[in-house]
């Protein structure tokens, strides 16, 4: 069903040697002329960091495509065979990769962007936000964190989740003897990457108040650029869902994405005074 989105497909980029360390990459058709370069997004999925493969997010990367944004969707090592903080390392492994990636002649058309959007869902967010706000880890990998991180987009994100009473999740952390500084909430006051978080009208899962709208306030506290959006009708799962063709009939993620996306490029050409950077 995901294949009523079009775009051009290009699966199993390795960016590490364990087998587990590949990204497919979803290029829109062709440019979008309202864009003076394609902007990128990079999609962590969720699963409580032990399940999940990018090959179930086709939906959201066709999705984000035919919307006109570049999408990598990279998986990443899970528990039991890692635990924190080895998948933030994956992860910004994935994005110096890309980085490499879309330098090469074949993607010159799309122009892509030099700074990425962020975007996961559950643990996904979680990634993301601990890439987008921590700079450590993608410094780490050789990425300039402070010129290649563009925003942050969190869906039903896990921001603020200690102490964990998730069976599944405690080991990841080590529980009862969390790391220190290793919740995103811990970076909202360190940098100015703009966020989008979108939370579900209702979710058993992830509190929407200790999570999404924690950080949100702590964002906003330090004057970072944070904006928060119920998507109605929506759960912790359907909240992703809803970039899935056989999802229309609930609230949109879509549009305040496409938004937020909107937003950042314009604030950018008007930064830059010149078109095409990033």
């Given amino acids: 069903m995901s294949k009523i989105y079009t775009a051009e497909v290009k699966e199993n980029i390795e960016f590490g040697t364990h087998p587990k360390l590949k990204y497919d990459l979803y290029l829109p058709s062709d440019p979008n002329e309202e864009f003076s370069n394609t902007p990128v997004v990079v999609f962590f999925y969720g699963g409580s960091w032990n399940r ?3 090959s179930e997010y086709e939906f959201v990367g066709r999705r984000l495509a035919s919307m006109g944004y570049i999408t990598a969707v990279p998986n990443y090592r899970l528990y039991p065979e890692v635990q924190y903080p080895d998948f933030l390392e994956d992860g910004a492994q994935s994005i110096a990769h890309l980085s490499k990636e879309l330098a090469k002649p074949e993607y010159k058309k799309l122009n892509p ?3 990425y959007v962020l975007m996961g869902h559950s643990a996904g967010a979680y990634n993301a936000a601990m890439l987008a706000l921590d700079p450590r880890w993608l410094n780490a990998a050789g990425v300039e ?3 290649s991180v563009q925003g942050l987009i969190g869906l039903a994100g896990a921001y603020n989740i200690y ?3 998730d069976t599944d999740v405690q080991p ?3 529980h009862p003897n969390y790391p220190p500084k290793s919740q995103p909430i811990d970076y909202a006051d360190k940098n100015n990457v703009p966020s989008l978080l979108l939370a579900p ?3 058993t899962l992830v509190s929407i108040e200790r999570n999404t709208i924690a950080l949100h306030k702590v964002l906003k506290a330090a004057g970072n650029p944070s904006t928060v959006e119920s998507i109605e009708g ?3 799962i359907t909240l992703i869902g809803t970039l899935s063709p056989l999802l229309f009939f609930k609230g949109s993620t879509a549009k305040p994405i496409d938004d937020f996306m909107r ?5 950018n050409q008007l930064s830059s005074g010149t078109p095409g950077q990033g």
Avoid at 263 to 267: N, R, S, T, V, Y
């Fill in 52 to 54: 999940g493969d990018k």
């Fill in 263 to 267: 937003e950042l490029h314009q604030k």
């Fill in 113 to 115: 962007a030099t700074q």
């Fill in 234 to 236: 929506t759960d912790h």
């Fill in 163 to 165: 102490p964990i009473k």
């Fill in 172 to 174: 990841v952390f080590n």
């Fill in 201 to 203: 009208q209702t979710d």
């Fill in 145 to 147: 964190h402070q010129t």
